[in-house]
């Protein structure tokens, strides 16, 4: 039985997502994950997408701030 996967919500979500969920600019998302405050992106090619499972975890957690640069 297939499953229809486009009427779940993504799995991945892009900057302009993540930004609206933290109501951020998205330059201020970049700068943010530049100083280790966010998240770890995926890189798929040159796409960069947030699990949405991870950014509702990390915002439930009440945004902690890692500091830690990969």
């Known amino acids: ?3 229809d996967i486009s009427s ?4 991945l979500i892009t900057a302009v997502d993540f930004a609206a969920m933290l109501k ?3 330059r201020t ?4 994950r530049s100083a280790g405050q966010v998240p770890e992106p995926v890189r798929l090619g040159g796409a960069v ?10 915002i439930a957690r009440g945004c ?3 500091n830690e640069r990969k």
Request: aromatic fraction near 12%; glycine fraction near 0%.
């Open 64 to 66: 902690e701030m890692s």
């Open 8 to 11: 779940e919500t993504p799995a």
């Open 49 to 58: 997408r947030w699990r949405l499972d991870e950014v509702r975890n990390w």
């Open 24 to 26: 951020v600019s998205v």
């Open 29 to 32: 998302l970049w700068r943010l």
């Open 1 to 3: 039985m297939a499953t």
